[in-house]
């Protein structure tokens, strides 16, 4: 139990559409990191998130977008869904900028029809 | 190449075995991380290692920071530890903390 909790379990979209997932962090984790892992490769770094800042990036496109509140929760939203977005989502949260240990959230499946 | 390397890919045991998970890396890191994703399900943290040793249960993980390599093992395994172990690291001086992640390598332990 890591103490992050991610909504929905599992989504099912058509593309061109919208999504938005959600991650609750522990209490005082200003930092949230999001990832994409497709079926069978491991996760890819999608942005991180540090006191309602965007904080770095990975290499993902505009469309994928992000949001921080000041209660630990967050969110990522995509846009313009495409049938390669199909994959695991997973946000990790970490106590502030200088901790290395991550907690990871059970992830969101998306699947993109 | 890819900056994380894990070997074995797969690993199929019987129940019992000892097992070990090797990773090693080409980068300077701060930090190296073994984590636990069981089919379909989310990623677990099992250790956040930058030097020595950590044990905790039936699980050991060794690292190495002069040869860049870490090890996890697994003493008396079980069914229920099949999943994918994945090791991902944390370059040092990168400021964002982002993680660099292995490919894992898929355990399956039969009783």
């Known amino acids: 139990e890591t103490g992050v909790t991610q909504s929905p379990t599992h989504l099912i979209k058509t593309r061109g559409q919208q999504v938005t997932l959600r991650c609750s962090s522990q209490?005082?984790?200003?930092?949230v990191s999001w990832y994409q892992q497709a079926l069978g490769q491991g996760p890819q770094f999608i942005f991180q998130?540090?006191?309602?800042?965007?904080?770095g990036r990975g290499n993902f496109p505009p469309r994928f977008s992000g949001l921080q509140f000041p209660n630990y929760s967050s969110e990522l939203n995509v846009n313009a869904l495409e049938l390669d977005d199909s994959a695991l989502y997973l946000c990790?949260?970490?106590?502030?900028?200088?901790?290395?240990?991550?907690?990871f959230g059970p992830g969101t499946r998306l699947t993109v029809t | 190449k890819n900056e994380v390397e894990q070997s074995p890919q797969n690993l199929t045991a019987q129940e019992g075995e000892f097992i070990t998970i090797n990773c090693s890396y080409s980068v300077g890191i701060s930090a190296l991380h073994w984590l636990q994703q069981h089919p379909g399900g989310g990623i677990v943290s099992l250790f956040m290692l930058s030097s020595g040793k950590k044990k905790h249960g039936r699980l050991i993980a060794t690292i190495n920071i002069q040869e860049k390599h870490s090890s996890l093992h697994i003493t008396a395994s079980h069914p229920r530890d099949s999943a994918v172990y994945i090791c991902?690291?944390?370059?040092?001086?990168?400021?964002?903390?982002?993680?660099?992640w292995g490919a894992g390598t898929k355990l399956i332990i039969k009783p």
């Open positions: 991902a690291v944390v370059p040092y001086m990168d400021s964002n903390y982002q993680l660099i």
């Open positions: 990790a949260s970490s106590l502030d900028e200088g901790t290395y240990e991550q907690y």
């Open positions: 209490s005082g984790h200003n930092t």
């Open positions: 998130y540090y006191r309602e800042e965007e904080n």
